[in-house]
């Protein structure tokens, strides 16, 4: 079964090919033999050496390779098809801030575009608007409330006959 | 001075200027004291302080901004001088006067200049009134209607601005008339949560300027020095990312001009400590006053770099009464020194502010850089503070060479567990406009497409995938139940 990674937001998927004598994997269908202890902070990967630092938060590393950053989840299974159906039901936050205005409550409609929530971040006012026509159904944001990046601060459910 | 200046000296900061501050109050043999929020305890600036005092708010940006509290602290602490750094009470009049009431000093400005530079109608009446150039403007209200009339009649493009604003909060571009009535109406009212002060006011924008300003260091007694300009012309939002200094390719007498009004300025306010003249440049070689900034600048670093001044130890000895010969000529300059501020941001979406933890920290050193940050591994980014996160300083003999170091040093620095704007910068530096100095505001937005991330190669990708699946978990369970006998999987991270 290949193992699925979200590299900076596309699917890589990595076959386990042979562990013995060598690592040997393959990324989306390209074989690569993988010496993972050549030294602190590399490896080696056909024969080249590769430096890399590596932190984990939360479900997401970071990588560093030759100057450059990555970010890298796992891809769940499943997790896909959830997540992009919450997306567009969710109206989340693109950055960390605060809940400045409450516009709608729940309950009340919404036609894709209009204002459900206005932040703030770094002195920034911007309005969180509908991702698509419906009724507010769970409102989790509160005026002067603080939220994460991606937070889901409110969540649509269809209009009636839709 | 053969005494310190002050026997201690408290920092109302935090992040890396309160570190910067603490390293200069060392070298000259002062006690220092910090301030922190309780959810700060652990931070850089209070480590490296001799002592440090928690102080409350509802948010951890309130409190630095509770000068009664931190005036407080500074009287616990034994404090005889307080530094404000940049941001927080730098520039509030208020608190300078509030420091020299408690009987201490300010380190900074008297509060009445504090003032008089702190309101940019003020300011500006005060320039021109010099003959200092100003851009074509109308007169700051909050009388909206009044306002979308008059700006109407001075043309477009227009810029609006928060009168009470600063650091680029609250500015909007307007390119046509039909605009205006909106964008007013925003400025108004984001001037007024921001600033407690609704009123704002509109100038001449100049197309594709670029942002020149000048150092200034003043005793108070009329006794000023300018230590020449900086060029802060690449800027994201309206806020500066990269800074150098000297600004590359000015003509010797433009630059003579911008520092000579500078130091007008500087004079007529008989102006003590040190200060920040900024000027917008056009294309056409016409400058305008844009402000002064009454405290020490982010970017600093670079002046230091080409004078060998250090502007902190400059700032406590003018505190404590050092006085300016008058007239002294401004300092020989050596070289070239550019500043990167290394941001939580992710440049792909618009610049957008995020939110992560310091999980990896390291830095390249050599002598000819300066990495200024107060971060520590594992701690966590918030919203709760400004989204610039350290900054790195290079030097070198010419232009060139202090990009390429800069570069080189970019590419070294790990800074992991937060997106930030590293590789963003190193793109813009190696950009063959910003390395022909061929620079303006609009820098950022004009090679959009070019400064954009490219796209990695393919072995690199897959290289970033191998080392992304050997660092997880599941993907090392993976690699046990693959069949094989004689499997010795020691190599797993911690």
């Known amino acids: 079964m290949p193992f699925t990674l979200l590299l900076d937001g596309e699917p890589c998927e990595i076959e386990i090919l042979a562990r013995q004598p060598r690592l040997l994997l393959a990324v989306n269908g390209r074989t690569y033999l993988v010496e993972p202890k050549a030294g602190d902070g590399m490896v080696r990967i056909d024969g080249e050496t590769v430096a890399f630092a ?46 400045i205005r409450v516009h709608k409550q729940a309950g009340e409609a919404v036609v894709r575009g209009e204002a459900v929530i206005t932040i703030e971040s770094m002195k920034l006012q911007m309005a969180l608007n509908a991702p698509r026509d419906g009724v507010i159904a769970t409102l989790l944001a509160e005026e002067g409330g603080s939220f994460d990046k991606d937070a889901v601060l409110a969540l649509l459910v269809s209009l009636e006959g839709e | 001075m053969n005494n310190p200046a002050f026997s201690k000296v408290l920092i109302a900061n935090r992040g890396e200027i309160a570190c910067r501050v603490i390293r200069t109050l060392d070298a000259m043999g002062i006690a220092s004291a910090a301030v922190h929020h309780p959810a700060e305890a652990a931070a850089r600036h209070v480590r490296m302080a001799g002592e440090a005092v928690a102080i409350h708010g509802d948010t951890p940006v309130a409190a630095y901004l509770d000068g009664a509290q931190i005036i407080a602290a500074a009287k616990a602490t034994g404090a005889e001088a307080i530094h404000p750094g940049y941001g927080f009470l730098s520039e509030n009049a ?119 300003e000048v150092q200034v260091l003043g005793d108070g007694e009329g006794g000023v020095i300018h230590l020449h300009e900086r060029e802060c012309s690449v800027q994201r939002r309206f806020q500066k990312i990269i800074e150098e200094a000297p600004a590359p390719d000015l003509p010797p007498s433009l630059r003579e001009e911008i520092c000579a009004a500078a130091l007008r300025i ?20 016409r400058f305008f006053f844009l402000e002064m900034n009454t405290r020490l600048q982010v970017e600093h670093p670079v002046t230091e770099m080409i004078t060998g001044i250090d502007l902190v130890r400059a700032q406590i000895e003018i505190a404590a009464g050092a ?14 020194a550019i500043e990167c501020r290394i941001c939580a941001e992710d440049p792909a979406r618009d610049f957008l502010p995020e939110s992560g933890r310091i999980g990896r920290l390291a830095f390249p050193t050599a002598p000819w850089l300066r990495f200024e940050h107060g971060l520590t591994e594992g701690q966590a980014i918030t919203a709760d503070f400004d989204p610039m996160l350290a900054k790195l300083v290079s030097h070198g003999p010419d232009r060139e060479t202090a990009i390429n170091r800069m570069i080189e040093a970019l590419k070294q620095l790990t800074l992991l567990g937060v ?8 793109r813009v530096l190696d950009h063959p406009a910003f390395r022909a100095g061929d ?34 978990r599941e993907f090392a369970e993976l690699v046990f139940a693959t069949p094989e006998p004689y499997a010795s999987m020691g190599f797993w991270r911690n």
């Open chain 2, 94 to 212: 208020g608190f300078a006067q509030a420091v020299i009431e408690a009987g201490l000093t300010f380190i900074g400005p008297d509060h009445a200049t504090i003032a008089l530079m702190g309101d940019k109608i003020s300011a500006r009446t005060f320039a021109a009134a010099i003959g200092v150039p100003v851009a074509p403007s109308v007169l700051p209200t909050e009388d909206l209607a009044d306002f979308t009339a008059r700006a109407g009649k001075i043309g477009f493009p227009l810029l609006i601005k928060a009168a009470a604003g600063g650091g680029g909060k609250g500015m909007i571009i307007v390119r046509h008339a039909d605009e205006l009535q909106a964008a007013a109406t925003r400025a108004a009212s984001e001037a007024l949560r921001y600033f407690r002060d609704g009123r704002i006011y509109a100038e001449t924008y100049v197309d594709a300027p670029r942002h020149i």
């Open chain 2, 439 to 472: 620079l303006h505001t609009g820098f950022v937005s004009a090679h959009g497409a070019a400064l954009a991330l490219p796209p990695t190669g393919r072995q690199a990708r897959d290289h970033a995938a191998i080392l992304a699946a050997l660092g997880c």
């Open chain 1, 54 to 99: 590596r932190a984990e938060i939360g479900e997401t590393q970071f990588l560093r390779i030759a100057g450059r950053t990555h970010v890298a989840q796992l891809a769940r299974q499943g997790g896909a098809g959830g997540g992009g159906g919450s997306g567009v039901n969710a109206v989340k936050a693109p950055m960390p801030g605060l809940v």
């Open chain 2, 323 to 336: 006085a300016l010969p008058a007239a002294l000529p401004a300092p020989r300059i050596s070289g070239h």
């Open chain 2, 419 to 426: 997106t930030t704007n590293i590789d963003y910068l190193i």
């Open chain 2, 266 to 285: 500087a004079m007529a306010a008989r102006y003590r400590n040190a200060g920040t003249v900024e000027f917008i440049l056009g294309a056409d070689g």
